[in-house]
């Protein structure tokens, strides 16, 4: 019963009409009876799109197979093999990426005897494509597979084994170094040389630390700089201080800040007049407080005097919601006195915005450290009304991260239902996915399964209709301007709300709120913290193009459940195809979209006429 209101509110997103064209009428409806494909697509019909693989038009049949990629659906196995034989290529091509994401091992040989037998050479190169990212799927943990697979003439492949590679855990990568180092001796591009010195992370030997010191200093592309540092410091190694200092000298921006991370890690002790000596010569308070926050905690007790008496009078000011939040941080690592009573919980129950808040609650779990009483008290107090949906998320994904014990002393059964029923089944979607999986923790049960909410957005058919493929939109932020540009035939759904969104001026005012230099600038979210959505959601939409360097997807908490937060690449992310929608592309500005610092703010997003 719940629903009704929820689809009524979707004309707050903007106009329920397309824009009029020159002459003042409505486009024509130009999608004729690709409709019904869609509309079967968004309903997750497997059935009538198995129907749609007969149709006697190509154009339908293809639709229909690149349909079942957004629906992953592994009953549609047995129609998209058979489509594997259809006598168009575009259907053959689409079924085969389909497959990629619902293949299994019998899958797989029918996938690759399929590739033996094709002629089209454009087709036989996505079923290789597709029946390596299901071989990925089945072998992730084989070190020597991926590998041998960097000796691919495809880029593609390569990409996506430098990645897998990268992302084996500990014991799995060090054994592995001599021909991780070979490969980057040898390879090209810069994007699988990326991935490959991620892949040296852990490894302490001579030869590879010296690899990365080299790479982190000496390497033209900041993305391999970038990925540098973080191998290195991967080790957490205290004696990386002095060289991680001057690396936040830097000239690209994404640089400095994965210094400032990597410092953030260090164990300790430190030196903390030699991160006071630096932090002072620091024009950028992104960089600057952090450090004043450490060498607070790690300098002598006149470095401590001077760091506290600075940024208390940084917190007289008001350096906008990001750098308050930072300021709350850093202040907390004072080893002296009670910066989680004095500092966060005071912020944390007043009206202040919803990012600082989080930054306090944070902070003060942290200082105050797991199973202490503080701690305890604290969380009681964030989960008693009035309710902070994000706090509610954080204290839920912090807790199912915990053993039982605890999350029973925090988590009472007598206050759950009070406070699910606070929560909007939707737009809260993802802090009621964090409060079941902390409840399971607390349990000793596994955690829940993903479950997509019901279908609830239905796609405007006159406004899709008057979108054209590569229409542009200008992101003007505080850095720059960025354009993007739609990919309707891909993600018609997200398409039509992005837009919606953006004539209504939603985004105006909206922030960056998380930037990671080799992955994501990620922004939109109304509440500023990440925790934020709309009181409806859009499907998964899958294309055929990835998530490479400039590619646009919306954030999700899961199958169907994406909203209103979009984030750009800022370097090839393969492992999130198939998982999440793209729907646009940047057309100009990506320079400046590398640049983005949390905090950034959209001052206006406008469609370009």
Same mark, same amino acid.
């Given at each position: 019963?719940?629903?009704?209101?929820?689809?009524?509110?979707?004309?707050?997103?903007?106009?329920?009409?397309?824009?009029?064209?020159?002459?003042?009428?409505?486009?024509?409806?130009?999608?004729?009876?690709?409709?019904?494909?869609?509309?079967?697509?968004?309903?997750?019909?497997?059935?009538?799109?198995?129907?749609?693989? *007969?149709?006697?038009?190509?154009?339908?049949?293809?639709?229909?197979?690149?349909?079942?990629?957004?629906?992953?659906?592994?009953?549609?196995?047995?129609?998209?093999?058979?489509?594997?034989?259809?006598?168009?290529?575009?259907?053959?091509?689409?079924?085969?990426?389909?497959?990629?994401?619902?293949?299994?091992?019998?899958?797989?040989?029918?996938?690759?005897?399929?590739?033996?037998?094709?002629?089209?050479?454009?087709?036989?190169?996505?079923?290789?494509?597709?029946?390596?990212?299901?071989?990925?799927?089945?072998?992730?943990?084989?070190?020597?597979?991926?590998?041998?697979?960097?000796?691919?003439?495809?880029?593609?492949?390569?990409?996506?084994?430098?990645?897998?590679?990268?992302?084996?855990?500990?014991?799995?990568?060090?054994?592995?170094?001599?021909?991780?180092?070979?490969?980057?001796?040898?390879?090209?591009?810069?994007?699988?040389?990326?991935?490959?010195?991620?892949?040296?992370?852990?490894?302490?030997?001579?030869?590879?630390?010296?690899?990365?010191?080299?790479?982190?200093?000496?390497?033209?592309?900041?993305?391999?700089?970038?990925?540098?540092?973080?191998?290195?410091?991967?080790?957490?190694?205290?004696?990386?201080?002095?060289?991680?200092?001057?690396?936040?000298?830097?000239?690209?921006?994404?640089? *400095?800040?994965?210094?400032?991370?990597?410092? *953030?890690?260090?164990?300790?002790?430190?030196?903390?007049?030699?991160?006071?000596?630096?932090? *002072?010569?620091?024009?950028?308070?992104?960089?600057?407080?952090?450090?004043?926050?450490?060498?607070?905690?790690?300098?002598?007790?006149?470095?401590?005097?001077?760091?506290?008496?600075?940024?208390?009078?940084?917190?007289?000011?008001?350096?906008?919601?990001?750098?308050?939040?930072?300021?709350?941080?850093?202040?907390?690592?004072?080893?002296?006195?009670?910066?989680?009573?004095?500092?966060?919980?005071?912020?944390?129950?007043?009206?202040?915005?919803?990012?600082?808040?989080?930054?306090?609650?944070?902070?003060?779990?942290?200082?105050?450290?797991?199973?202490?009483?503080?701690?305890?008290?604290?969380?009681?107090?964030?989960?008693?009304?009035?309710?902070?949906?994000?706090?509610?998320?954080?204290?839920?994904?912090?807790?199912?991260?915990?053993?039982?014990?605890?999350?029973?002393?925090?988590?009472?059964?007598?206050?759950?239902?009070?406070?699910?029923?606070?929560?909007?089944?939707?737009?809260?979607?993802?802090?009621?996915?964090?409060?079941?999986?902390?409840?399971?923790?607390?349990?000793?049960?596994?955690?829940?399964?993903?479950?997509?909410?019901?279908?609830?957005?239905?796609?405007?058919?006159?406004?899709?209709?008057?979108?054209?493929?590569?229409?542009?939109?200008?992101?003007?932020?505080?850095?720059?301007?960025?354009?993007?540009?739609?990919?309707?035939?891909?993600?018609?759904?997200?398409?039509?709300?992005?837009?919606?969104?953006?004539?209504?001026?939603?985004?105006?005012?909206?922030?960056?709120?998380?930037?990671?230099?080799?992955?994501?600038?990620?922004?939109?979210?109304?509440?500023?913290?990440?925790?934020?959505?709309?009181?409806?959601?859009?499907?998964?939409?899958?294309?055929?193009?990835?998530?490479?360097?400039?590619?646009?997807?919306?954030?999700?908490?899961?199958?169907?459940?994406?909203?209103?937060?979009?984030?750009?690449?800022?370097?090839?992310?393969?492992?999130?195809?198939?998982?999440?929608?793209?729907?646009?592309?940047?057309?100009?500005?990506?320079?400046?979209?590398?640049?983005?610092?949390?905090?950034?703010?959209?001052?206006?997003?406008?469609?370009?006429?």
């Amino acid at each position: 019963m719940r629903w009704l209101p929820i689809l009524l509110l979707i004309s707050a997103c903007g106009p329920a009409k397309p824009d009029p064209d020159a002459s003042g009428t409505v486009p024509p409806d130009e999608l004729g009876p690709r409709w019904a494909v869609l509309e079967a697509q968004d309903h997750r019909n497997t059935a009538a799109l198995c129907a749609f693989l *007969q149709d006697s038009s190509a154009t339908i049949r293809a639709a229909a197979a690149l349909a079942f990629a957004s629906v992953q659906d592994t009953t549609s196995r047995t129609c998209l093999i058979a489509a594997l034989k259809d006598p168009e290529a575009g259907v053959r091509k689409n079924a085969a990426l389909a497959l990629a994401w619902v293949a299994d091992s019998t899958t797989l040989i029918l996938l690759n005897a399929a590739a033996d037998a094709e002629v089209d050479t454009s087709v036989q190169r996505m079923m290789h494509e597709a029946g390596f990212r299901t071989e990925l799927a089945l072998r992730k943990h084989d070190a020597l597979f991926l590998i041998s697979y960097l000796e691919s003439n495809d880029q593609d492949i390569r990409t996506r084994a430098a990645q897998q590679l990268a992302r084996l855990p500990k014991e799995e990568l060090i054994t592995e170094a001599p021909g991780v180092l070979h490969a980057i001796s040898v390879e090209k591009d810069p994007v699988v040389r990326m991935f490959l010195v991620g892949a040296l992370k852990h490894n302490a030997t001579t030869e590879v630390t010296k690899t990365l010191r080299t790479l982190a200093v000496e390497d033209s592309l900041p993305m391999i700089r970038v990925a540098a540092l973080r191998a290195l410091g991967a080790k957490q190694d205290n004696d990386l201080l002095s060289f991680l200092l001057d690396r936040l000298g830097d000239a690209d921006v994404g640089v *400095q800040q994965t210094a400032l991370e990597q410092i *953030q890690r260090l164990p300790g002790p430190l030196d903390g007049a030699a991160i006071w000596k630096v932090a *002072q010569e620091i024009p950028d308070y992104s960089i600057k407080i952090p450090m004043y926050g450490m060498a607070m905690k790690h300098g002598d007790e006149g470095t401590r005097m001077v760091c506290r008496a600075l940024m208390k009078s940084m917190a007289e000011q008001d350096l906008g919601p990001y750098g308050n939040a930072a300021l709350i941080r850093a202040r907390t690592l004072d080893p002296e006195g009670n910066p989680g009573a004095d500092v966060c919980e005071p912020v944390i129950q007043s009206k202040a915005s919803a990012i600082m808040r989080l930054a306090a609650f944070e902070s003060a779990f942290a200082f105050y450290g797991d199973r202490t009483t503080p701690q305890v008290e604290m969380v009681r107090r964030v989960l008693s009304p009035p309710y902070d949906e994000g706090l509610i998320a954080a204290v839920s994904e912090r807790l199912a991260e915990m053993d039982s014990l605890p999350i029973k002393n925090m988590l009472h059964k007598t206050s759950l239902e009070t406070i699910k029923d606070a929560l909007h089944p939707i737009r809260d979607l993802e802090t009621l996915q964090y409060l079941d999986q902390a409840i399971a923790k607390r349990d000793g049960k596994p955690a829940p399964e993903h479950v997509a909410p019901p279908f609830n957005h239905p796609i405007d058919r006159a406004r899709l209709a008057a979108l054209k493929q590569g229409q542009q939109y200008r992101i003007t932020t505080t850095t720059g301007e960025i354009i993007l540009a739609i990919e309707p035939d891909a993600a018609p759904g997200t398409c039509v709300a992005f837009d919606s969104l953006v004539t209504a001026g939603y985004y105006n005012g909206k922030y960056f709120h998380r930037v990671i230099p080799n992955f994501v600038a990620q922004g939109g979210c109304p509440r500023g913290d990440g925790y934020g959505g709309m009181p409806w959601t859009l499907r998964t939409e899958i294309g055929a193009e990835g998530f490479v360097e400039g590619a646009v997807g919306l954030a999700s908490a899961g199958h169907d459940t994406e909203s209103c937060q979009f984030f750009i690449m800022l370097a090839p992310a393969p492992h999130l195809d198939g998982k999440y929608t793209r729907f646009a592309h940047v057309a100009s500005g990506l320079d400046v979209a590398r640049r983005l610092q949390v905090g950034d703010v959209m001052t206006r997003v406008e469609r370009i006429p």
